[in-house]
């Protein structure tokens, strides 16, 4: 018994008898039946042309909407431009680092410090607290 190279389809015998003829044909269209699983025309028809691997169609797997319009309405990340009202959800920082200045926030007290060293706080009563030697000039 012969069969074919990618689905083992049995080939009917040349010469073989009617009824030999049948019983494979219709064991290869039963073959194929299942293994098209119920597939329409129309779902092959959009599949018509492509070459994708499974791989690539599950990267799709889930999409509920047009891949690239998802893609467009996100912004950069470097240098993004906005139109309208942005809004950007509150952030909990309590140190930025200005090179050699940082300035801390602890317990409502803002600290001042350069070289790891706190040289001045300015606390929620307004309270300014100077470490060093303090220098003004100019009028309050």
């Given at each position: 018994m012969t069969t074919t190279t990618n689905y083992s389809f049995t080939l009917p015998?040349?010469?073989?008898?009617?009824?030999?003829?049948?019983?494979?044909?219709?064991?290869?269209?039963?073959s194929i039946d299942t293994l098209l699983g119920g597939t329409n025309a129309?779902?092959?028809?959009?599949?018509?042309g492509a070459t994708v691997t499974t791989v690539?169609?599950?990267?799709v797997s889930g999409v509920t909407s047009a891949i690239q319009t998802q893609l467009d309405a996100k912004s950069l990340i470097a240098s993004p431009t906005f139109t309208g009202t942005a809004t950007i959800p509150t952030a909990a920082i309590t140190t930025a680092d200005f090179g050699d200045w940082t300035v801390t926030e602890d317990a409502g007290v803002l600290k001042f410090a350069t070289g790891g060293v706190n040289k001045m706080s300015l606390d929620a009563s307004g309270n300014l607290t100077v470490t060093g030697n303090?220098?003004?000039a100019g009028t309050i």
């Open positions: 015998t040349v010469g073989g008898s009617t009824d030999q003829w049948g019983t494979n044909l219709n064991a290869n269209w039963t129309t779902e092959f028809a959009i599949l018509d690539e169609v599950n990267y303090v220098n003004t």
